[in-house]
């Protein structure tokens, strides 16, 4: 991709740009763009034109702002590959590309299922559920694959409840999710999974339409207010969200523990920083990492540059969550950071619905993980991870650990 940056080319940037030799930190070409200015013009894959934001500031601006839809229906919405424009046709909207009033009335009917005080109440059970994942891989013994054997079936088990979905079932959408979030994956193998995906919650929320429960999905279609397609399609966000990412945080996080021990030592010194520290890790990881698009309804100027209606922007998590503006020191990472203003869950109306859910997660699962084996330990070479560049979440593909 080329960028045309205070009037020069540079065809270094690219979305997605390489990572540099820290898995962690974001690409040194994002990184390149921001010194030279926090907005800069680029060119996506299909020579489409398109703002990439760098800077936490500008980036929390646009998020905020009801001038910049997040509806990917608006011509010049930015997609990052031909397999997720040509799906839009496909499948149903859900809120988190709709704007209002649509946007409100369908995060409505699911934001009492993910506030503070019912997840708060859930923490019994999610520490069980954490406590059970850690037995069997300890029992199994090292090495293990953190991924596999902790990382995934911990989120996975919690949103199956929460969903009413059977976990019997969870290599099902496991599979469809990692087709469905590959940026290599062609419009056929998306279109396969979506409508696989689609077909199954459909006949499960159909299901529970006849007999009704108290999942997630249930009361969704209990109130009428939804048809059975955007059930399914709301389903399918929560299903594939609600595990994928907290999956890849709780792996890719327990890595950068292991890399940055001094700060696992404090936490399992100091368990009272356990909240402070996810907030860290999530600044510090972004593993939302490809960018939040947004399309302007208007013109706008930014910073003195002038945004078009119809241009695209993709903000910058990554650089928006290093800047040094905001977080000082920001290339490292630091459990007593206050790093609440960070943008891993973006901003404004639009921001993570489930971000309660996933903090406290996070919470459990590292600390548990850090007091029950002190220990813990690469079983491979850091040089041989290999790390989910190519998906829309960042991640590590596998981590092979011992004890």
Not at 68 to 89: C, H, Q, T
Not at 185 to 192: K, R
Not at 321 to 334: K, S
Not at 360 to 387: K, M, N, S
Request: aromatic content about 6%; overall charge negative; charged content about 20%.
């Amino acid at each position: 991709m080329t960028t045309v940056a205070n009037g020069e080319a540079d065809s270094a940037l690219a979305v997605p740009a390489a990572r540099g030799t820290c898995p962690f930190a974001p690409p040194p070409a994002y990184e390149q763009a921001h010194r030279a200015g926090p907005v800069n013009r680029v060119s996506l894959w299909d020579g489409s034109p398109c703002w990439l934001l760098t800077g936490h500031r500008q980036a929390r601006s646009v998020l905020g702002d009801r001038r910049f839809s997040a509806d990917a229906r608006v011509p010049g919405f930015p997609f990052l590959s031909p397999g997720r424009r040509e799906l839009l046709d496909r499948t149903t909207p859900t809120f988190i590309r709709l704007d209002d009033p649509e946007h409100s009335r369908q995060r409505r009917l699911l934001t009492g299922d993910f506030i503070i005080k019912r997840v708060e109440a859930m923490r019994p059970q999610i520490q069980q559920i954490v406590d059970e994942a850690l037995d069997r891989m300890i029992a199994h013994g090292g090495p293990a694959d953190l991924v596999r054997e902790y990382a995934l079936p911990v989120p996975s088990l919690v949103i199956c409840l929460l969903l009413g979905v059977p976990y019997a079932d969870h290599g099902f959408f496991q599979a469809q999710s990692q087709t469905l979030l590959s940026l290599a994956s062609s419009l056929a193998e998306v279109d396969a999974a979506q409508h696989a995906l689609n077909s199954y919650l459909v006949e499960l929320a159909g299901s529970k339409q006849r007999e009704p429960d108290e999942s997630v999905l249930g009361r969704l279609v209990a109130k009428g207010e939804v048809t059975l397609e955007e059930a399914a399609a709301m389903g399918v966000l929560l299903l594939v969200a609600g595990h994928e990412t907290t999956a890849n945080m709780t792996a890719l996080g327990t890595l950068a523990l292991l890399q940055n021990p001094e700060q696992a030592e404090r936490l399992r010194a100091d368990p009272s920083l356990i909240k402070g520290a996810v907030e860290e890790l999530l600044r510090y990881l972004s593993i939302v990492h490809l960018g939040i698009p947004r399309v302007a309804l208007e013109d706008v100027d930014l910073d003195g540059t002038l945004i078009r209606a119809g241009d695209g922007v993709l903000c910058m998590a990554s650089t928006a969550n290093w800047d040094e503006q905001v977080f000082t020191g920001g290339d490292r990472l630091d459990v007593t950071r206050d790093a609440r203003r960070h943008l891993a869950f973006g901003f404004g109306i639009h921001q993570c619905l489930g971000q309660p859910l996933a903090r406290a997660e996070l919470q459990i699962a590292l600390q548990t993980l850090l007091e029950r084996l002190p220990g813990l330990r690469l079983a491979v070479p850091f040089e041989d991870l290999r790390y989910r560049s190519d998906m829309v979440v960042y991640g590590v593909h596998e981590l092979p650990v011992t004890w």
